[in-house]
Structure formats: C-alpha cells, structure tokens
C-alpha cells in the first residue's frame, strides 16, 4: 500500500536465530521504520539432542516479509540481506529438502566423531589449514563432524545428501535458487584466503562436495520476489558478524557485546594473532575479528524461568530484590557444556554457596552474575588475543535490554558498555549488509557509522569490582573443581 513518507529506498534484514526469526525495515540512517519475530521451538528428542524443523525458519521468514512489506510501499524496497546462528545445519538433498530435522549448533550426538578427528589432526596440518599459530576449534557443533556422524550412522540420507547449509543458507536457496554460503559463516572450514580447507575436508569423504560454493557476504546473489517486485538478495552471514555491523563494529580497535541465547563478544584488531579458546576470523574490511560464543546466555534465564515458574523477563525482575552487596551465590552457566574459551562440551552449571538465607530473588541474581562471569572469561581470552582491551564495548541483543543485567555485566567485565537504540542488531546487520551490496554505500566502513545509534551507556560501578573479582576468581576455581565430579556423574553404573 502507499504512504506518506518519502519515497526513499529502505532495506530488509533477517535474523535467523536460535529460538525466532527476526526481522526489520531500515532506512539508510538505520532508522526502523517496523520490526518482526515470530518463535519457533527447539525439539530435544534424547539427552544431547538438540533439533529444529527447517520449514520453521522459512515460515518465519515468508510471514515476516508479509508483515514488513505491509507498512511500506514494496517498490522502495532496494534489497534483502540475513544472518543466522551458525554451526547450526541441515542436510538436505538436489531439490533443497530437509533429510532430517536440523542439528542445532548445542547438540552434542557428533561428540565422538570430533575427537576421533581433532585427534588425527597434528600440528603441521593445523599450521598448513589455519596459519602458523591459529587454530580452530573442532567439537560437536562443527559440521565435519556432523556429516562423519551421518555418513556411519544413516549412511543411506548420507549418500541422498546434496548440499549441508546453515538456517541463512537454507532460506537463501529458498528465495533465489542458488545453493550457497559465506566465507565467514563457514569459519570453521575456511583458511585466512577465505577458501575451504581441502586438507582438513578430505578427513570425511564427499564432504567437500556438499559443501556450497563461497560468496562474499555483500555480494548479491539473486533476487526473490516480494509483493510481486524482484528484490536483489545478498549473500548476508553469520549472526556474529550480523551482530559486530549491526552494534556498530567497522575499524580496529573496537569491540562488541551481544547478548542473545549466547552471548557473543568480539574485538576487532589489525594483527593475526590469537589466544587459546579464541575464533580469529580470516581478515574482513581491513580488521581482524577475533570472538568467541559461550554456550548459554538468555538461555540460562529461560531455564530458571521454568524452574521458578514465572516469565524470563521476569528473572531480572526478581533479581532486583536480592542485595548485590550481600554474600554472592555462585553460578556456573555451563548447562549445556561450554562454548569458548573452554571448548568443553562435558562441563555441566552448578549453584555454589547457597545456604538458609538463599532464596529465588537470590538464585535469580545468581543467573545473572553467573552469565556475566562467562563472559567476562571470554573477554580476558579475546584481549589476549587482540593484544589491547578496547575503551569500551559496543553492546547489543535481547538480553541489553535489562537494565541491571546491563550494569551488572558492566560492572563485572570492569568495562563501559553502549547499548545500541535498536536491540534487534542482527537484523540490522543484515540490512547494512543490503544497503551496501546493492551499493548504496561504497563499503561497510560507510554504512555501519552511518546506521548505527547509542542509546545508553552504563559505566562500571568501582566500589562493585572486589565482589566481581572474588566471584571471578571462585567462578576459575569452581571450573576446575568440578571436573572430578563431571568424571564421576558421567561413569556407568
């Protein structure tokens, strides 16, 4: 339908993510002129399971460019772009169909399949594959090991599989026909030329062969139609890098927080180094990005939501009622493993130090705390990483959104943050990346300054950090006390 504003060209962006799709209508100043979600569920049919039905995510997306398209005139439409979780795939055959449901980036099944294979890994090979000194970390949420767990265990869907993508790859076969990916989604495949990594792919037979052809993530690559007008569809990329644009990440120096299921911290260098437990991505818009995901973020709060049976917004709500003053209750966050910098999938949470006094307003806090000591562990890997700590973090997500949460996280890491005006930043991402592939602006390093907006900034509080670095030091502590107990839970009776 027609309307008032002018008739200046705006910009879709998706993000397809671990529990909804997202979506947003930008106009070049990164003003959201309407905004979409739309839930879908996460299946865990057996311990260490985790799937989603594919069709979900398009569903999403065929209702969200249905709803976005009705508060804009279709033709000033100048261009899609998506990002979406990563490690996350299906397997699907020629025509783009599902084979199975997909395995979510948390599910453990290929855990034996990634030690057979990192342990056939040496040295040389890692240097030959990654660069001297760079590694990558290969556990049950890569796809080598997924697609060596297929091929044994169903080898018949093995031989019918055509192409493994992530949910962004999915939608976009959906939408233009073409099966494809991104060098940076597909990190944990590619070496710093941005080019899959023969050497390490050859470990799987065929699996080099389903995998899809390499675009650039501002590169267009076909158009779909959309209220019966042809709009130009970029290759987009991982929610990470959809995050890092969308909160305003574009040059070295800086970095980002990005609170969602996971919470993802990046800081972008200029040097190609790196630190244990830490991603460094092959050099993209003159910055090198070294990030990292941990395991459980929001996703701890849905979880103690449905232990204290109230509504997860309501956790930090509750929270505000404990004294942040008081004894600490500690929490490990780890209920699903531990992404980076452990890279343990075995490590399982724990509530320490609980006694009499101990209530949901406590255990609340606890949750809180104990997602931001997580990440507060990633950050001292990422600035070892990156060789210098950035004056402050670009910060963003669904989890921002909470104001002490946002204190609390500021107050631990010791670091300010500056929360985005708009929360959904992986949209934004994606819409950035739109607005440059059809050229709009001649380079990211344009486009994210440009569309990008603060909102707020939280300071951390100094008479706050002795409780943040007791809890810091007990959190590293408590990690490796529990190990025995990891050992001793997870050996047959």
Not at 134 to 142: A, E, L, Q, T
Not at 406 to 416: T, V
């Amino acid at each position: 339908m027609a309307d008032s504003m002018p008739r200046k060209p705006v910009f879709i962006g998706f993000d397809i993510g671990t529990t909804q799709v997202k979506g947003g209508l930008f106009d070049q100043t990164g003003q959201v002129l309407a905004s979409f979600s739309r839930p879908y569920p996460t299946h865990r049919p057996g311990p260490g399971l985790v799937e989603q039905d594919p069709e979900d995510w398009m569903r999403g997306l065929r209702e969200g460019l249905e709803e976005l398209t009705a508060a804009i005139e279709p033709s000033r439409i100048a261009a899609l772009g998506l990002c979406s979780q990563v490690n996350t795939d299906v397997f699907v055959d020629d025509l783009g169909r599902p084979l199975m449901p997909a395995i979510v980036w948390q599910d453990l099944r290929s855990q034996a399949e990634a030690a057979e294979l990192v342990a056939g890994f040496t040295a040389q090979d890692r240097a030959e594959w990654w660069g001297e000194g760079m590694d990558v970390p290969v556990g049950p949420s890569h796809v080598l090991p997924k697609m060596l767990w297929l091929s044994r265990h169903h080898p018949g869907l093995w031989a019918r599989c055509a192409h493994v993508l992530t949910p962004k790859d999915y939608c976009l076969f959906h939408l233009t026909g073409r099966a494809l990916a991104d060098p940076i989604a597909a990190w944990g495949q590619v070496g710093a030329d941005h080019r899959y990594v023969a050497g390490m792919l050859a470990r799987v037979p065929g699996a080099a062969q389903r995998l899809p052809p390499l675009q650039a993530m501002t590169q267009t690559v076909g158009t779909t139609l959309i209220a019966g007008h042809e709009v130009p569809v970029v290759a987009g990329t991982m929610d990470a890098w959809g995050n890092l644009f969308g909160c305003g990440v574009f040059r070295p120096g800086q970095g980002m927080y990005m609170s969602g299921t996971s919470e993802i911290l990046a800081i972008a260098g200029d040097r190609r180094t790196t630190a244990p437990g830490v991603v460094t991505f092959p050099t993209v818009e003159k910055m090198v990005v070294h990030a990292g995901p941990t395991q459980s973020g929001a996703d701890c709060l849905r979880w103690w939501a449905n232990i204290a049976n109230i509504a997860p917004l309501d956790v930090p709500r509750l929270a505000a009622q404990a004294d942040r003053r008081g004894n600490p209750v500690l929490f490990l966050p780890h209920l699903e493993g531990e992404r980076a910098p452990l890279w343990d999938s075995e490590t399982r949470g724990a509530f320490i130090g609980l006694d009499s006094r101990s209530g949901p307003a406590e255990a609340a806090l606890a949750v809180l705390e104990g997602v931001a000591l997580s990440s507060r562990l990633l950050l001292d890997a990422l600035k070892q990483a990156a060789g210098f700590t950035p004056r402050h973090l670009l910060y963003g997500g669904g989890g921002s959104q909470s104001d002490l949460w946002s204190q609390i996280r500021a107050d631990c890491l010791g670091i300010p943050l500056h929360r985005l005006a708009h929360a959904d930043i992986g949209c934004l991402g994606a819409a950035i990346m739109a607005a440059v592939g059809v050229g709009r602006y001649a380079h990211m390093a344009d486009a994210v300054p440009a569309m990008t907006n603060i909102e707020r900034v939280f300071t951390p509080d100094p008479t706050m950090r002795p409780r943040y670095d007791r809890m810091f030091a007990a959190y590293g502590q408590a990690i490796d006390a529990l190990h025995p107990m990891r050992a001793m839970m997870a050996a047959p009776v």
